[in-house]
């Protein structure tokens, strides 16, 4: 029994820690969610051919849980979560970098996994695999610092306190100001998934380069509204709550462009 509870105790915290490297299950959850709420009829049906009849917020934190494997084979996808950029408010010269840096990366990944999705010739079980790695970076790519900075590994650097707890920011903008939210994922999703028609299509616009600009902005003003050593509570929630939401949002409404697109 000692043994059984000693396991279990030890899967926990590797999970814990792995679960640090992005949005955390809630928040990919969510954008998945809202994801599903807008796919086509076509994207659904394609879609129930390759993952069948699982939602996509059951296979959102799946990249992350690989991490936990043992045997290597997933250990070269841990670069595809994040891409570091000096910080730029140029969107020409953001670009050219995000464009040049040597990959693979979560810019290089979500276009090559979106062409494999799309490529008729991708065997049905790489194209799940793709699924659940896009599913799941282009949540990467709404969490703000997984496009932040490289000296401070986007923000795991910069130690603070949220409600009295040690953490760093980006433990904070994984899952801290989710959690502390108190909302399961589907009414995190249902009460954020509320824009009309045309301002969803607002939101879906750009290229994939201007939304990976739009998370380098966002991170560029959490980085300059957030100071090392300090202790946090209902403050910054006050302060961050409306970006987090937009976030989650974007993320699920633009994950549904690029699924309907590929599908």
Not at 81 to 96: A, E, G, L, M, R
Not at 188 to 210: F, H, M, P, W
Not at 251 to 259: D, E, M, V, Y
Request: charged share 25%; no cysteine.
């Amino acid at each position: 029994m000692k043994k059984i509870l000693l396991n279990l105790i030890l899967l926990f915290a590797l999970l814990s820690f792995n679960f640090g490297y992005s949005w955390g299950t809630t928040g990919h959850r969510v954008v998945a969610e809202i994801a599903e709420n807008h796919l086509s009829g076509h994207a659904k049906r394609q879609l129930k051919k390759i993952i069948g009849k699982q939602k996509l917020a059951y296979w959102a934190n799946w990249p992350d849980l690989v991490k936990s494997d043992t045997t290597g084979v997933w250990k070269p996808t841990e670069k595809w979560h994040y891409v570091n950029i000096t910080p730029q408010t140029n969107q020409k010269v953001f670009t050219d970098s995000l464009i040049a840096q040597a990959g693979p990366n979560l810019y290089t990944q979500i276009k090559t996994l979106s062409v494999q999705i799309k490529d008729p010739k991708t065997p049905k079980k790489d194209k799940e695999i793709a699924l659940r790695f896009l599913i799941h970076l282009v949540g990467d790519l709404a969490q703000p610092l997984h496009v932040g900075r490289a000296e401070d590994l986007g923000g795991n650097k910069i130690k603070l306190k949220f409600f009295g707890e040690n953490t760093n920011l980006h433990s904070l903008w994984d899952s801290k100001l989710v959690d502390s939210q108190k909302y399961s994922y589907s009414e995190y999703a249902q009460v954020l998934d509320v824009r009309s028609k045309e301002e969803n299509r607002q939101i879906q616009s750009g290229t994939l380069e201007d939304w990976f600009f739009d998370s380098h902005k966002m991170a560029n003003r959490i980085y300059s509204q957030t100071a090392a050593g300090t202790s946090y509570a209902y403050d910054y929630n006050y302060k961050f709550q409306p970006l987090l939401e937009r976030q989650l949002l974007y993320g699920g409404l633009r994950l549904a462009k690029i699924l309907n697109e590929v599908l």
